[in-house]
């Protein structure tokens, strides 16, 4: 079955700094990827998707990458604020291989003042 | 939080009794879902829904049950058969817009088995 590792489980960055956050898997492509935002006992929220036959999506300060071959994707936030302090998510759509969305544990994200 | 209520937002009861986890939407989606968060783990698939009457067991269906018996509401049953019923429960919901599913979540539900 698809396993998904994210870098680490928590990182530390000084306000202002860009920070990459990655989103490694085991097996098969997905048809698509999602990061998503999750705050301290709250559901998660949404932030970008990626399809398989794009390269990079960009939204305000965020920047998504995916690259097959590598089975890797690059979450990156530039002038980071402590307001970006959360946990980030990655998810890979695996319906097409008879899965249904497999979720990383996640990356806890602590930006420093 | 997009439109998805769950309550109660805490939960408590004894090993033994099973219990009952509200989830609605009103974001006219087809498909619903509920996941398990453990510390430490990725979200984990129990059930999901995608149109009403009709629901398919995800990853870790053993000791839960769920019914969808309106497009709006999709309930999870924790039962006294779930060995470690203790966490954070998640009701997502999603729309289909031709090729991807974007999912809404709800607050969660943290429950707390004794």
């Known amino acids: 079955s698809q396993k998904i590792e994210q870098n680490s489980e928590a990182l530390n960055i000084q306000e202002g700094k860009t920070d990459t956050l990655t989103c490694n898997y085991t097996?098969?492509?997905?048809?698509?990827l999602e990061w998503y935002r999750q705050d301290p006992g709250r559901g998660p929220v949404f932030l970008l998707l990626?399809?398989?036959?794009?390269k990079e999506k960009r939204k305000e300060r965020l920047k998504v990458t995916f690259d097959t071959t590598l089975k890797q994707s690059l979450f990156h936030i530039t002038a980071s604020q402590p307001a970006d302090s959360a946990t980030y998510l990655c998810a890979l759509d695996m319906r097409r291989y008879g899965q249904n969305f497999v979720f990383g544990p996640g990356t806890r994200l602590s930006v420093l003042p | 939080d997009g439109g998805i209520t769950q309550s109660p937002k805490y939960l408590f009861r004894k090993e033994g009794q099973n219990v009952t986890l509200s989830c609605e939407q009103n974001l006219n989606h087809d498909a619903m879902y509920w996941y398990r968060q453990d510390p430490g783990q990725g979200l984990r698939l129990i059930y999901y829904s995608q149109i009403v009457n009709d629901f398919q067991k995800g990853d870790i269906a053993e000791g839960y049950s769920v019914s969808r018996e309106k497009k709006e509401s999709f309930p999870l049953t924790v039962t006294s058969a779930q060995k470690n019923p203790t966490a954070f429960y998640l009701c997502?919901?999603?729309?289909?817009?031709?090729?991807?599913?974007?999912?809404?979540f709800g607050p969660g539900t943290r429950l707390t088995v004794t």
């Open positions: 997502a919901s999603s729309i289909y817009d031709g090729s991807s599913y974007e999912q809404y």
């Open positions: 990626i399809r398989e036959n794009e």
């Open positions: 097996n098969y492509s997905p048809a698509y």
